[in-house]
């Protein structure tokens, strides 16, 4: 199958300088993503899986190296035109939730269409209809205090997916649910797949979630290997 590349990471090398030691987490990471992708991604606690994410999704800069997406080098945009970059293009879902506690679940969804400055009531209505889908639509009103574990992932997933960017990365989006809710979450992100054709890279601990994942991906020694 050849799909479109969405994503390229080149030579993505980082490094944290602590304390006058410099410790090499990324040492040369190459990878594609194409349309559609569904990624698992494993490695050892610390191997540098969460600093892999955060570089690709640019939320963190690599010391070396280049994520292009659509042809354009992403961190040779000025930082408005990257931020507005990646509300657009890339949804997030982390393991504990980050969505606003002050704001109901259809709000948290509706986010990243109000910050791309879609007018309230059009992405309220787009958030209303995706939630529903992925069967919180009794739960609208409800703060993220006022659900359950996977009712906030859910929350997070709708989130993540509402501009319908072709990239969501999503760190342990289970870490902290039990095995059967987990196991809903993992759904949830395969029909989003299948359904919106959004690429998705899942970071898990889990080894028979990450075996549903078409491309596997195992993290180490600095390096990305399939
Ligand atoms: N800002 C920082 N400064 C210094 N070291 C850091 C910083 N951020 C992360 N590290 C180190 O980089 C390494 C990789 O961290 P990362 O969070 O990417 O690991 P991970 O693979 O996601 O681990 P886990 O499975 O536990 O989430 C760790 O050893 C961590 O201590
Ligand atoms: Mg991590």
Redesign the pocket.
Known sequence: MSEAVICEAVGLVKH?D?QGKR?D?LRGVDLRLHRGDLCSVV??????????LNVLGTLDRPSAGSVVFDGQRVFELPEPELASFRNRRVGFIFQFHHLLPELTAEENAAMPLLIAGVRRGQALDRSRALLTEVGLGHRLKHRPGELSGGEQQRVAIARAVITEPPLVLAD?PTGNLDVATSEEIHELILKMNERLHVAFVV?T?NPSLAQMMRRRLV?RDGKVYE
Do not use: D, F, R
Not at 45 to 50: L, N, Q, R
């Open positions: 944290y602590h410790l987490i490695g050892q606690s610390g191997v540098g899986k969460s600093t892999l342990e970071v601990h993290m």
